[in-house]
């Protein structure tokens, strides 16, 4: 069972930065493939970006250049950097994981992650 404990959302005006977190827990962190995805109301769910064990990313169109995932496996912590934030990228961002690891090639499908995180809240304003 891994726990994800996620932080970092909140409200901020269009431009500018939020940086998200995701704890998790378990020995083998290292080797989890992780990622965000978000979803706002009346939306479907979205991938955001995702990061597997070796360092390499992949972001969805709409966030490439404006924001970066990252992770630090001395911390068991997993980040998402938001810079120049626009109205529509409010909703709701859930922390995922794949302890078994991911090819990138794979990394986008919701359903290739094995826990979830509650989710939080981002709201950009205009």
């Known amino acids: 069972q891994v726990q994800l404990v996620e932080s970092g959302g909140g409200l901020v005006q269009a431009g500018g930065s939020l940086r998200l977190s995701c704890a998790a827990s378990?020995?083998?962190?290292?080797?989890?493939?992780m990622g965000w995805f978000r979803q706002a109301p009346g939306k479907e769910r979205e991938f955001v970006a995702a990061?597997?064990?070796?360092?390499?990313?992949y972001y969805t169109d709409s966030v490439k250049g404006r924001f970066t995932i990252s992770r630090d496996n001395t911390k068991n912590t997993m980040y998402l950097q938001m810079n120049s934030l626009k109205p529509e990228d409010t909703a709701v961002y859930s922390c995922?994981?794949?302890?078994?690891?991911?090819?990138?090639?794979?990394?986008?499908?919701?359903?290739?992650?094995?826990?979830w995180g509650q989710g939080t809240q981002v709201t950009v304003s205009s």
């Open positions: 995922v994981v794949r302890p078994g690891g991911a090819s990138l090639g794979t990394v986008s499908v919701a359903s290739v992650y094995d826990y």
């Open positions: 378990g020995r083998a962190f290292s080797d989890y493939a």
């Open positions: 990061v597997i064990w070796n360092g390499s990313t």
